[in-house]
């Protein structure tokens, strides 16, 4: 191959390598989202209704006031994805070690020894995506103390966590 060739290759490796490193990074990122959530029910009993649905999540009360309940729980981090990721990268790797070796040829076992540190890869997303997750459900005041009044409140928490509640709860008039 002519040296122009290997040079734009190895510039494109290098930013497709950047980029894998920003989409593992990302695997571990924090998604909380806010949502206003509008029930034609007293505000009481839904109050038990979430309680409910939470604790069989394995979601544990931290504090419970008046208006405003937080759960946590541990969410546990993804063997699939582990596996992916360090996959990922040690196909990244190779490619980038492949390209360095074709631009200097006496380093070649050096750079193809790059893959062994792709399972540092499933590690790191390992410890950073076993965390403390929590949910908080924020209710507005004097909605929902009687029955003809609809419950108002705000739910925090993981945008997977929410979806989740909400197809959980047909119940629910509006966002």
């Known amino acids: 191959m002519s040296n122009p060739t290997l040079i734009s290759t190895f510039f494109?490796?290098?930013l497709l390598t950047i980029g894998l490193f920003f989409f593992i990074r990302a695997s571990v990122k924090d998604r909380t989202e806010k949502e206003k959530i509008i029930f034609q029910v007293s505000k009481i009993p839904l109050m038990k209704q979430i309680k409910t649905y939470f604790e069989k999540?394995?979601?544990q009360i931290i504090s419970n006031k008046?208006?405003?309940i937080i759960f946590e729980g541990i969410v546990r981090p993804s063997w699939f994805?582990?596996?992916f990721l360090s996959f990922l990268s040690s196909v990244g790797l190779f490619c980038f070690g492949l390209i360095l070796s074709f631009l200097y040829q006496p380093l070649t076992p050096g750079f193809f020894s790059l893959v062994i540190l792709s399972p540092i890869t499933g590690l790191f997303y390992w410890k950073k995506a076993?965390?403390?997750?929590t949910v908080t459900v924020n209710f507005e005041h004097n909605t929902g103390e009687t029955l003809d009044k609809p419950?108002?409140?705000i739910l925090t928490g993981h945008r997977d966590e929410i979806a989740k509640f909400k197809k959980s709860f047909p119940l629910q008039l509006n966002n």
């Open 12 to 14: 494109l490796t290098f």
């Open 57 to 59: 999540r394995s979601y």
């Open 66 to 68: 008046e208006d405003e």
């Open 81 to 83: 994805m582990a596996i």
């Open 130 to 133: 076993c965390k403390a997750e």
């Open 151 to 153: 419950s108002c409140f």
